[in-house]
């Protein structure tokens, strides 16, 4: 059982360049998220989705975009990468948005020079 | 705004004692509160869930508390192990949309 698997694990990046960070689950849930995490910041929702076709805006959305095409996949776009988008992004599901449990990747560790 | 504070970023305790970590909230009302264990360079694992009517859930050496009018909970690892050293984050859940928010964590360090 893999459960989300994020790619690529780490990457360092130009700034002005597209990235685009993959997440996909093989637990059928319906609710996805993706977090960014720094230091003394905690953890911070960038967007979310509750079920597939559906997207919505965390806390820290500019700068991202997010799509839902189908429920196992959950793709975090940054258009034009910029230094304060270094960061540890971590993708979550579970299985619905009245569901508590979230399940985690393993984080993307991103670098923007 | 919603603000969620973990009491300290670190704490440091000796094998076999108990340790107890806090989470405060203001200005949010959760339906459930959550703890997870995080260790560094992996994601997040979700260790408890309780409920906004529930005082208390255990599971094997881990107890949560939840006192809504204090708008408190409390985290404690009996008989804890050097295992135990993660860091140890808090997060709330609304009744409407189901995203969790997350306290910044507290390092917790056992030592032999």
């Known amino acids: 059982i893999a459960g989300i698997t994020q790619a690529p694990t780490s990457q360092i990046l130009a700034a002005g360049r597209r990235m685009t960070l993959r997440c996909t689950q093989d637990?059928?849930?319906?609710?996805m998220y993706w977090y960014r995490q720094d230091l003394g910041l905690g953890l911070r929702l960038i967007h979310y989705?509750?079920?597939?076709?559906?997207?919505g805006k965390g806390e820290v959305p500019d700068g991202y975009s997010v799509s839902r095409a189908n429920t196992d996949d959950f793709p975090l776009t940054l258009a034009s990468a910029v230094p304060s988008q270094t960061s540890v992004y971590f993708c979550?599901?579970?299985?619905?948005?009245?569901?508590?449990?979230?399940?985690f990747g393993e984080g993307s560790r991103l670098t923007v020079l | 705004s919603q603000k969620i504070e973990q009491n300290s970023e670190a704490l440091n305790i000796q094998e076999g004692k108990t340790a107890t970590l806090t989470c405060n909230y203001t200005?949010?009302?959760?339906?459930?509160l959550q703890w997870y264990r995080q260790d560094p360079g992996r994601g997040p694992v979700f260790l408890l869930l309780i409920r906004e009517n529930e005082k208390e859930k255990r599971k094997e050496r881990l107890k949560v508390t939840f006192d809504t009018t204090l708008k408190q909970s409390l985290f404690h690892i009996t008989a804890s192990q050097p295992a135990d050293s993660a860091t140890y984050l808090c997060a709330l859940e609304g009744r409407s949309q189901g995203n969790l928010i997350f306290g910044k964590g507290t390092k917790l360090s056992v030592k032999p």
């Open positions: 979550a599901s579970k299985l619905a948005v009245s569901t508590g449990e979230l399940f």
């Open positions: 200005n949010y009302s959760p339906a459930y």
């Open positions: 989705s509750n079920t597939a076709g559906t997207t």
């Open positions: 637990m059928r849930h319906n609710a």
